[in-house]
């Protein structure tokens, strides 16, 4: 048969219809015959007709993808995609793409890959198996380029020693593609840019936007999640694609069938984009005032520039100078916000002197209640330290200055003595962001 071909592609004729219902044979010979479509094709010249009108001539299961797609630049490459066909068929006992309708069959032919030979008949000798693929190659030129060529491998199998001889793989230039593109250096390489590129996003709209700080961990921690998925996916893409070399079954059975190029693609813009879903919703109900992690001023508990009192820090530690110390702290970091007005240690003097009470006394939370009240002030700070083993709790409390109800309850541990200031740097900010404040610099 492929002598028949290299006869006809020597003297310029396509066949486009290669299929055993046109291969005959007579005694040690295969005949080709009904040459219709290469007539049809051949006395068809100008616009609008056949090929030039992108029409798909053939048989579906026999047709290789530039025929499928209706390519007018057909060559006899497409007879050596129907030989490969034909010859699958042979040894697997079905086409490539059996089962299918026929437009499913050109669909196929264009886009999917068909399954090694190998893994219908796994007594199919290596270098068959592998000579067959290639013919089934998608693009031309990773094909053998013409009829003599596959003539002369088919010939060298056929030998006495051509099954014993060593399988001489020849890699396509799509298998060498897919083989330089899943290569483990390179793709962490390239996971690694694209991962320091997602989080410097991250990180920066996390700063821009004042989005939460558990924002940039959960890319951080998908980064981390998706660098062992991605590397073993290139691992199965690259056992995929020798195995469409060779012919020998591919690696993609059980579980390993799902670690695909584009499935890893489509899960992590999945996963990140739940990411960017649940951050945007958790923006969303901050800034309306909607559920527990809506701000105070947007739930309209507090407004904008409303004033706070701010009572002694409960000490129960036994060094009796941390309370003054972390009461003044706190003091210094409150009034920094922008969203409300803590009074000050004058004005709450001064207050304290109006009420007949005198200035620089202890001011516990039911004091600066009365105090707040009488000032406009809508609410207390009151916050509160105490020992824990060798560290300590730091807690602070929002309290209505009317009816006491406490708007806000927060915590931060410090491991020693050093860590102090730092925990109430933070429950500082967590406050004044509850409150309302933005997290923008």
């Known amino acids: 048969m492929c002598d028949a071909l290299a006869y006809a592609h020597g003297h310029g004729v396509v066949h486009r219809d290669v299929k055993p219902d046109n291969v005959l044979?007579?005694?040690?010979?295969?005949?080709?015959?009904?040459?219709?479509?290469?007539?049809?094709?051949?006395?068809?010249?100008?616009?609008?007709?056949?090929?030039?009108?992108?029409?798909?001539?053939?048989?579906?299961?026999?047709?290789a993808p530039e025929q499928a797609a209706g390519d007018p630049t057909v060559d006899h490459r497409a007879d050596l995609y129907a030989v490969g066909a034909l010859g699958y068929e042979l040894l697997?006992?079905?086409?490539?793409?059996?089962?299918?309708?026929?437009?499913?069959m050109l669909a196929a032919q264009v886009t999917a890959t068909p399954d090694p030979v190998t893994q219908h008949r796994d007594s199919v000798p290596p270098a068959l198996a592998a000579l067959i693929?290639?013919?089934?190659?998608?693009?031309?030129?990773?094909?053998?380029?013409?009829?003599?060529?596959?003539?002369?491998?088919?010939e060298a199998m056929a030998t006495p020693t051509g099954g014993t001889l060593p399988?001489?793989?020849?890699?396509?230039?799509?298998?060498?593609?897919?083989?330089?593109?899943?290569?483990?250096?390179?793709?962490?390489?390239?996971?690694g840019l694209a991962?320091?590129?997602?989080?410097?996003?991250?990180?920066?709209?996390?700063?821009?936007?004042?989005?939460?700080?558990?924002?940039?961990?959960?890319?951080?921690?998908?980064?981390?999640?998706?660098?062992?998925?991605?590397?073993?996916?290139?691992?199965?893409?690259?056992?995929?694609?020798?195995?469409?070399?060779?012919?020998?079954?591919?690696?993609?059975?059980?579980?390993?069938?799902?670690?695909?190029?584009?499935?890893?693609?489509?899960?992590?813009?999945?996963?990140?984009?739940?990411?960017?879903?649940?951050?945007?919703?958790?923006?969303?109900?901050?800034?309306?005032g909607i559920g527990p992690v809506g701000t105070l001023v947007a739930s309209g508990v507090l407004a904008q520039r409303d004033r706070l009192v701010l009572a002694d820090f409960e000490n129960r530690t036994p060094d009796s100078t941390l309370g003054p110390s972390l009461t003044e702290a706190l003091r210094v970091d409150l009034a920094q916000s922008r969203v409300v007005r803590l009074l000050d240690a004058a004005a709450v003097g001064q207050a304290l002197g109006r009420m007949?009470?005198?200035?620089?006394?202890?001011?516990?939370?039911?004091?600066?209640?009365?105090?707040?009240?009488?000032?406009?002030?809508?609410?207390?700070?009151?916050g509160q330290i105490a020992a824990v083993g060798r560290g300590y709790v730091l807690?602070?409390?929002?309290?209505?200055?009317?009816?006491?109800?406490?708007?806000?309850?927060?915590?931060?541990d410090a491991k020693d003595d050093g860590a102090i200031i730092a925990a109430v740097d933070r429950l500082s900010a967590r406050l004044r962001e509850r409150i309302g404040e933005s997290r923008r610099p």
Request: charged fraction near 15%.
């Open 395 to 412: 807690s602070a409390e929002l309290v209505s200055a009317p009816d006491g109800a406490t708007l806000v309850a927060l915590r931060e």
């Open 92 to 104: 697997a006992g079905r086409t490539p793409f059996g089962g299918l309708s026929p437009q499913g």
């Open 133 to 154: 693929m290639r013919c089934l190659a998608k693009h031309p030129a990773d094909r053998p380029q013409s009829a003599e060529e596959l003539l002369g491998q088919l």
């Open 25 to 63: 044979l007579s005694g040690k010979h295969a005949l080709v015959t009904d040459f219709g479509v290469a007539k049809a094709v051949s006395s068809s010249s100008g616009a609008g007709t056949l090929t030039s009108l992108g029409m798909a001539l053939g048989t579906p299961a026999y047709m």
């Open 167 to 191: 399988e001489q793989t020849t890699v396509s230039s799509g298998t060498a593609a897919a083989l330089r593109r899943s290569h483990p250096v390179r793709v962490a390489a390239l996971f």
């Open 356 to 382: 007949g009470k005198r200035p620089g006394m202890a001011l516990d939370v039911a004091l600066a209640r009365e105090l707040a009240e009488r000032e406009g002030a809508k609410a207390v700070v009151h």
């Open 195 to 288: 991962a320091v590129g997602v989080l410097a996003l991250a990180r920066l709209l996390v700063r821009l936007l004042g989005l939460p700080d558990w924002a940039f961990a959960g890319a951080v921690g998908l980064a981390a999640a998706g660098l062992p998925v991605v590397l073993w996916t290139g691992v199965i893409e690259r056992r995929r694609a020798l195995a469409r070399t060779t012919g020998r079954s591919a690696a993609g059975a059980g579980v390993h069938r799902w670690f695909t190029w584009r499935r890893a693609l489509v899960s992590g813009a999945t996963a990140f984009g739940l990411l960017g879903l649940g951050t945007a919703v958790y923006m969303a109900m901050r800034l309306l």
